[in-house]
């Protein structure tokens, strides 16, 4: 199976700041990880994924840092903005199995 | 546009009654989903399908039905047996198969109220 956890359930960081937000799996046969961006009253929207063979992958302001050591992954926010306040889920497959959300992470931004 | 639709945005359910929550989507994906999310929770499986005529039980199935009868379409209906239906209703497609690698795209969801 897989279990999938936030390392915070919520982040406050000053706008302009850079925000890290941390999740760990339990599978060490995952192969496939997203984060996910979620505002309120709104469906998750897809902001960068990675697979297995890479250890970090980057993205417009986003990055992605992905430790098959410690079965970690984190999602860098450069620069944050208010607009990036949202909860942040990471997800994890496993090879053709359903993928695997975890609790989310508040983010918000104080101006 | 693509996309996925949820229909309605909002709906209000009585006790007992059932109340069906409408998934359409013109990506052309083979596979659906319907996730259930309670406030400080994870999305948590209802149901999915993988092709046309198929679905299979996600991890919180009892008390809700679907049907796959077509690929754009993938209704979930809330029973009266699910005995705590509140929550934000989320429906996702993928491409589907088992070599491809890919994410979930999500419609915006259905908040159903039990009154």
């Known amino acids: 199976g897989e279990s999938v956890g936030l390392h915070l359930p919520t982040l406050s960081v000053q706008e302009g700041d850079n925000s890290i937000i941390n999740c760990a799996y339990s599978?060490?046969?995952?192969?496939?990880f997203i984060w996910y961006k979620q505002e309120s009253g709104k469906g998750p929207q897809f902001i960068i994924d990675?697979?297995?063979?890479?250890d970090k992958r980057q993205g417009q302001r986003v990055t992605v840092l992905l430790n098959k050591t410690v079965k970690h992954l984190s999602l860098q926010i450069a620069a944050t903005q208010p607009g990036d306040s949202a909860v942040y889920f990471c997800?994890?497959?496993?090879?053709?199995?359903?993928?695997?959300f975890g609790t989310g992470t508040r983010l918000t931004v104080i101006p | 546009d693509g996309g996925i639709t949820q229909s309605p945005k909002y709906l209000f359910r009585k006790e007992g009654q059932n109340v069906t929550l409408s998934c359409e989507q013109n990506?052309?994906?083979?596979?659906m989903y319907w996730y259930r999310q309670d406030p400080g929770q994870g999305l948590r499986l209802i149901y999915y399908?993988?092709?046309?005529?198929?679905?299979q039980k996600g991890d919180i199935a009892e008390g809700y039905s679907v049907s796959r009868e077509k690929k754009e379409s993938f209704p979930l209906t809330v029973t009266s047996a699910q005995k705590n239906p509140t929550a934000f209703y989320l429906c996702?497609?993928?491409?589907?198969?088992?070599?491809?690698?890919?994410?979930?795209?999500f419609g915006s969801g259905t908040r159903l109220t039990v009154v």
């Open positions: 996702a497609t993928s491409r589907g198969g088992q070599s491809r690698k890919d994410g979930y795209t």
């Open positions: 599978n060490s046969a995952s192969d496939y």
């Open positions: 990675i697979r297995s063979n890479m």
């Open positions: 997800a994890v497959r496993t090879g053709a199995n359903n993928l695997f």
């Open positions: 990506l052309n994906h083979d596979a």
């Open positions: 399908s993988q092709i046309v005529n198929d679905f």
